[in-house]
RNA sequence: GGCCCGUUCGUCUAGGGGUUAGGACGCGUCCCUUUCACGGACGAAACACGGGUUCGAUUCCCGUACGGGCUACCA
């Protein structure tokens, strides 16, 4: 194992689709560990298979990285760094991977195929028909196929100068154990048998994942591959090609994250959900489909509230502590702290975590971030008063674009009134009484708070029974909200007279 | 099917050979509140099952069950 080698990480995304949350996490925490120890991170773009490109989702990616604050010192979109370039189809282009390719045949540990999709489909057949377990291009399998190992030299050199297409293929032993270390795992042994001569360079000339990050890994001297828990069972290819170039003891440290699932049922987490959280921190338009995903930015989420959460599902910092600033995260993090099993995801927690940080933030912070969504509702109102609103709308809200449904009665007169409170507690002989406290309201020379709060005092005094909640329904529309009476002396003396008599008209 | 990985309250988890198995979300009750929340207090709620090892297993080992992942010229 490697020792003294500074660290260095990279995420390694394909861009295939918006970047979803899992691997959002999994950028994160190798974000996290490079930060601890002055490490690097690095953003590289797996893009070998063209045929999955998806147009926007390498700028997707780059700009979601950018909102989280989970960014790359060296990468696409980031900057260049000493191994340019970051983006596998322009390393392709470089020669890159065809020097390691040589290298593994020359080494014998890979050889060329020359077999058709239908040969290959044909070998399946025979083989389920025998029922064999594991229909493979394995040790033993690739013996009856056309490739450079059942085939004689003369005959591969024939095909390779007609130009046969061909792929390269790893040569995995047929039966021998491979037993490698995972930060999270511990040690793992799988047995070669279960594994295939994995393709290592496709036919039309890329490198396959295997290959590709394998040797990116080499070239930008990773000292850490930190990927999901799906990966797991390809490993042991990956030390194969480590183990044939030579690099055993010098590769790097290997950490399979355990899933993020669904909340509802099993299974990992897909793009969509009926929870209705958003699966992608950016809304997401996914042009080759035409599908979109909203995503956590525009849902009203506050990023350090989604990376806490993101970081706290699979991994604890082993006390009772929940909210964690990212430099509490970057000091605390540890893989021997992530979880090995997967984890549901909560939507109600999520919540919980965004209203946290929402509590955190100042009224005057949260006026800014409010202001250009009233504005959306062409809602312009004085500063004083947008700050005051924040501060008496936001225990109700988990969310900024919250703000406005929850409040939208500082706003606007109400032209309904809640219907369960009017039917339990008012009747017609209530009437005079509300009309008395509006008129003693009007008479109020100061609008405060500490005046509003007397004249409610005095009709208590007087044994007079003034209903809270029917004062509120009445101004409000509503049967719950903000501090009634902190609302009544901001919406100011004209509007509240304005409103009761509107609402006492209205009642029956 | 085969292989790999996993399994502590409904969910996220702490813990670890002897504990009243701790916290958080959610849920319930109460307190605070002239209204609504926030907040506070309390409560219900878990070691998948079966064998070992051991004086003693939730903790270690082995099985079983269940869950997940992988099984492409996709990553």
């Known amino acids: 194992m490697t020792i003294n080698k500074k660290i260095r990480l990279r995420f390694a995304p394909s861009p295939t689709g918006g970047l979803h949350m899992g691997g959002v996490r999994t950028a994160l925490f190798s974000y996290l560990y490079a930060k601890k120890h002055n490490g690097d991170f690095i953003l590289r773009i797996e893009d070998t298979d063209q045929t999955r490109y998806v147009p926007g989702a390498e700028e997707y990616i780059i700009e979601s990285l950018k909102w989280c604050g989970i960014e790359p010192n060296e990468g696409v979109g980031f900057g260049d760094g000493p191994h340019a370039p970051y983006r596998q189809s322009e390393r392709k282009d470089k020669g890159i991977y065809t020097k390691y390719v040589e290298q593994l045949i020359n080494c014998g540990g890979a050889y060329y195929a020359f077999d058709t999709e239908e040969e290959i489909e044909a070998m399946r057949k025979k083989l389920e028909a025998a029922k064999v377990v594991s229909p493979q291009y394995n040790a033993i399998t690739r013996e009856s196929m056309r490739n450079s190992l059942s085939l004689s030299q003369d005959e591969v050199q024939k095909l390779l100068n007609q130009k046969t297409p061909f792929v390269v293929r790893l040569k995995v032993p047929r039966n021998e154990d491979i037993r490698f270390h995972d930060l999270i795992r511990g040690w793992i042994t799988v047995s070669s048998k279960q594994i295939d001569d994995k393709v290592l360079l496709k036919s039309d000339g890329m490198p396959t994942y295997h290959l590709a990050h394998v040797v990116d890994d080499i070239e930008m001297e990773i000292s850490h591959v930190v990927r999901g828990e799906e990966w797991l069972p390809s490993a042991p ?258 509007e509240i007279i304005k409103r009761l008599k509107a609402g006492i008209q209205a009642q029956k």
Request: proline share 4%; hydrophobic share 40%; net charge neutral.
């Open 237 to 494: 290819a990956h030390i194969l090609i480590y183990k044939y170039l030579g690099l055993e003891n010098t590769m790097p440290y290997l950490a399979h994250l355990p899933l993020i699932l669904k909340p509802d049922g099993n299974g990992k987490l897909s793009k969509r959900d009926k929870s209705g959280l958003p699966m992608f921190p950016l809304n997401w338009h996914d042009v080759r489909t035409n599908e979109k995903y909203i995503g956590y930015k525009e849902t009203g989420y506050i990023k350090d509230a989604f990376i806490n959460m993101l970081a706290l599902l699979g991994w604890n910092p082993g006390n009772n502590q929940e909210i964690l600033s990212k430099q509490e995260l970057i000091t605390q993090f540890s893989f021997e702290k992530v979880n090995k099993s997967g984890a549901k995801f909560d939507p109600e927690k999520t919540k919980w975590f965004n209203q946290q940080y929402l509590k955190q933030y100042s009224d005057e912070q949260l006026a800014e971030l409010v202001t250009p969504l009233l504005k959306e509702k062409s809602i312009n109102k004085p500063t004083e008063f947008i700050i005051e609103f924040c501060k008496l709308i936001k225990e109700k809200a988990h969310f900024i674009n919250e703000f406005y449904d929850l409040g939208i009665y500082f706003f606007e007169a109400p032209t309904q009134y809640a219907e369960a409170v009017i039917l339990k507690k008012w009747n017609s002989d209530l009437k005079p009484l509300y009309t008395e406290l509006t008129d003693k309201l009007n008479t109020l020379t100061q609008w405060n708070l500490q005046s509003i709060h007397d004249v409610f005092n005095d009709f208590t005094t007087q044994g007079k029974k003034i209903d809270m909640q029917l004062v509120r329904v009445l101004t409000t529309g509503l049967a719950g909200g903000a501090q009634l009476l902190d609302f009544l002396a901001l919406l100011g003396k004209d």
